[in-house]
């Protein structure tokens, strides 16, 4: 798994929480950042998908046992 798709299920999972709070205590700036770090985690988990397919497809025998 690809470095890139770690840090894009950190920031999805740092959104998701950022956005509850700011849903809870009704701070809308922090509402707003939630959703960026989600958006910023889907593109980053999207880049290390293709970096992981681009490797398979590469080299296709690599991690299967």
Known sequence: M???RLKGMGNKI???VKKA????????KLKA???ADKAKG?????VG???DAAR????PD???V
């Open 33 to 35: 950042e939630g959703h």
């Open 2 to 4: 690809d470095e890139d």
């Open 14 to 16: 740092k959104g998701d």
């Open 56 to 59: 398979d497809a590469v080299n």
């Open 62 to 64: 690599k991690d299967k």
């Open 49 to 51: 998908g293709a970096k």
């Open 21 to 28: 709070a700011g849903e809870m205590t009704g701070d809308e």
């Open 42 to 46: 889907k593109v980053q988990s999207a």
